[in-house]
């Protein structure tokens, strides 16, 4: 397994972050690295150029941090209303997930989120307050507080599955080939 070292213009996750001095594979270097312009071969010019590299990634880092809690402190004043349809017995027939509250942040503050970064363990089917932790950066974790509330009319699921069970049933094909068919079609959709 030989390896060589490059120096690497970026941060490349699993690997290492911008200006740092790894060691990889020949052919990961050769095939991957070293064509996208991610790194560059050590050499003596090279490492005087670390220096700089360096500072450009302390600048990022700095930029990225500041960024991330003046983020964390406009999603700590917002406050969120989702509304779930409920049955009659209150319990949802949503709910919320990462995704929605990524949209609902990106439409309210025009902040992009990645959906990983927030911390919820299951999507969130309870009416009421709840709280979730967003990890903005590496030191800075946010705490979104948001309230779910019930849709003004509870929906009776019974009822719509009874009214579907009152329509005409649909024809029954001859071949069971071709009805199978359009089942697969219809899992797909």
């Known amino acids: 397994m030989p390896l060589t070292k490059l120096i690497l213009t970026e941060n490349i996750p699993g690997l290492g972050a911008e200006a740092d001095v790894v060691k990889v594979r020949r052919g990961y270097a050769r095939n991957y690295l070293l064509p996208r312009g991610k790194a560059y071969e050590v050499t003596l010019g090279a490492l005087r150029q670390l220096d700089a590299l360096k500072q450009k990634r302390a600048e990022r880092e700095a930029r990225e941090l500041n960024e991330a809690e003046e983020l964390a402190r406009r999603i700590g004043k917002a406050r969120f209303v989702f509304t779930l349809e409920t ?37 969130i089917k ?42 005409e049933p649909e024809k029954k094909r001859k071949h069971r080939f071709f009805h199978r068919k359009k089942e697969e079609k219809k899992e797909t959709e």
């Open 87 to 123: 049955g009659e017995t209150g319990r949802a027939f949503g709910s919320v997930t990462a995704q929605d509250i990524v949209n609902r942040v990106k439409n309210e503050l025009g902040a992009e989120i990645d959906r990983h970064k927030i911390v919820l363990e299951r999507p």
């Open 126 to 167: 309870d009416t009421g307050e709840h709280e979730v932790a967003m990890k903005l950066h590496h030191d800075v974790t946010a705490q979104l507080v948001f309230q779910v509330k019930s849709a003004e009319e509870p929906r009776d699921r019974g009822a719509e599955a009874e009214s579907a069970a009152n329509e």
